[in-house]
C-alpha cells in the first residue's frame, strides 16, 4: 500500500470516529439543548438585511446593539456605540536610515461583503444553526485546551511553528503583514497563520485559517480567537464588538497565495487604546486603517492591564495518529534560502509599547515543536519589509 493511500485510509478512519465523537457530543441532556437554544437566539438576533455571499453564507446586518457581544454578562451595562475608535494613535520609531529596498511584492487580499455590506449602524453576523453552534463549541473547546508550549508539552496533535517576543515588558499591540494561503486540512484539522497577543492564561489571536471543522468548507477564512477568563470563542460569540458594517471578522479570504506568486497579504493589527484599555482590531486596506473591532478590557482579568507577550507565526491540529496538516505555504522551510516570494511570513512584525510602534526588543524565540515545521527569525531587513519572520512546513507529524 502506496504511503499516500496509507494516509488517506489513516484519515477516513479517524474522521468515522470523529464523526461518531461528535454525534455523542449532539447528544444533549434537556437542560443542555436549552441553553444552546438560548445561545442560538443570542446569535441569530433580528435582522435589519440580510446578505448572501456567493458560497452560500447567510450574513444577518444586526443592530450594532443587538449584536452577540452584548449578551455577555460583563458587558450588560457599556456606553459602547458604532463609531467607536481609538483615541490615540500609535507613533512609529523611525528608521534610521530611509531605503526604499527591499520591497515586498504582494498584492491584497479581497475581504469585506459584496454590494457594500450591510447599513450603517449595523453589524453583519453569520447566521448559525444548531449544528453550527455545536461544532463551533467544540472546535472552540479543542483551541482553548491547549497549553503553552514553553511550559508544558503541547495538546496532543497541535504543532507550533511561531516566533515569540523575548523582552519581559508590557506590551500594548502586535501587529504584521501576513501572506495567505490555502492549504489542504479535513476536519477536525486545522492551519492558521496568526498574530497574537497573550497573558498568563488568557490570549488574544487575528488571522486566516483553514478550519473545514469550523466554518464547513475548505476555503481560507478570517478569524480571531478570545480566550478570556471565563469564557473562550471563536470569532463573535464572547465578548468581542464588532464595528465594520462591511467587514465580517469570519468572511472568506481571496485570492490566496501560490508558490512562487503571486502573493496575496493581509496586515492586522490589535492596539490596547490607552485611555480605555479595551484592544482594537485593525485592518489596513486601501491606504487606510479600518477598525473592525474591539475587545473591552473588562471581560479580561490579566490582559484587561496589558499583554506580556506577542507572537508571529502558524500552528496546526490533527488528531493523534493522523499526520497533520501543512503550515504556511505548505513547503519546506530552508534557512538563508527563505524568500517571500514562495514562503509563509510575517512582514512589518512589530508591537506597541507606550503607544510606540517598535521591533520586538531582544529579538524573538523561534518555537517550532516538530522537524516538520520550521520557523525564521531575519530580524529587519529594512525596506518596506521591516522585521520578517518567516515559517511553515509540509506536515506529516503525528
Known amino acids: ?178 501572506s495567505v494561503w490555502n492549504l489542504p486540512a479535513q476536519a477536525p484539522q486545522y492551519t492558521v497563520g496568526r498574530i497574537k497577543l497573550r497573558n498568563g492564561d488568557e490570549s488574544i489571536e487575528v488571522g486566516w485559517t483553514v478550519n473545514p471543522g469550523l466554518y464547513g468548507d475548505t476555503r481560507t477564512h478570517l478569524y480571531i480567537y478570545t480566550n478570556a477568563s471565563q469564557s473562550h470563542c471563536y470569532n463573535a460569540q464572547c465578548g468581542y464588538v464588532h464595528l465594520s458594517p462591511n467587514i465580517p471578522v469570519d468572511g472568506a479570504l481571496e485570492p490566496v497565495s501560490m508558490y512562487n506568486g503571486p502573493i496575496y497579504s493581509i496586515t492586522l493589527s490589535i492596539y490596547q487604546n490607552a485611555a480605555s484599555k479595551d484592544w482594537f482590531l485593525i485592518l489596513f486596506k486601501d491606504g487606510t486603517y479600518i477598525t473592525l473591532g474591539f475587545w473591552p478590557h473588562k471581560i479580561f482579568t490579566n490582559l484587561g492591564n496589558t499583554a506580556t507577550q506577542a507572537e508571529w507565526g502558524g500552528e496546526v491540529f490533527s488528531p493523534p495518529k493522523i499526520p497533520s496538516p501543512p503550515a504556511g505555504s505548505g513547503h519546506v522551510l530552508i534557512s538563508h534560502e527563505a524568500d517571500t516570494a514562495r514562503d509563509a511570513y510575517s512582514a512589518n512584525s512589530h508591537i506597541l509599547v507606550n503607544n510606540t510602534i517598535m521591533d520586538p526588543p531582544d529579538g524573538v524565540l523561534e518555537i517550532a515543536d516538530d522537524s516538520n515545521y520550521a520557523v525564521i527569525d531575519e530580524g529587519n531587513v529594512r525596506g518596506d519589509i521591516q522585521y520578517l519572520i518567516f515559517y511553515g512546513g509540509l506536515g506529516g507529524a503525528t
Open 1 to 178: 500500500m502506496g504511503l499516500g493511500v496509507l494516509l488517506s485510509y489513516l484519515l477516513v478512519c479517524y474522521l468515522f470516529f470523529y464523526c461518531k465523537c461528535m454525534e455523542g457530543y449532539k447528544k444533549l441532556s434537556k437542560e443542555e439543548d436549552l441553553e444552546l437554544e438560548e445561545q442560538l437566539k443570542g446569535l441569530n438576533k433580528p435582522t435589519v438585511k440580510s446578505i448572501t455571499t456567493k458560497y452560500g453564507d447567510i450574513y444577518d446586518c444586526v443592530d450594532f446593539y443587538k449584536q452577540p457581544a452584548f449578551d455577555h454578562p460583563l458587558l450588560k451595562n457599556h456606553n459602547f456605540h458604532p463609531e467607536m475608535k481609538p483615541t490615540s494613535t500609535p507613533r512609529r520609531v523611525s528608521p534610521k536610515k530611509k531605503n526604499l529596498i527591499p520591497k515586498l511584492d504582494y498584492k491584497p487580499v479581497r475581504i469585506g461583503l459584496e454590494g457594500g455590506g450591510c447599513p450603517i449602524g449595523t453589524v453583519p453576523i453569520r447566521r448559525t444553526v444548531k449544528d453550527e453552534l455545536i461544532t463551533a463549541k467544540f472546535h472552540s473547546e479543542l483551541h482553548a485546551s491547549k497549553v503553552n508550549p514553553l511550559d508544558v508539552p503541547a495538546f496532543p496533535g497541535v504543532h507550533y511553528c511561531f516566533a515569540k517576543s523575548q523582552a519581559a515588558i508590557d506590551y500594548g499591540g502586535v501587529g504584521g503583514t501576513l
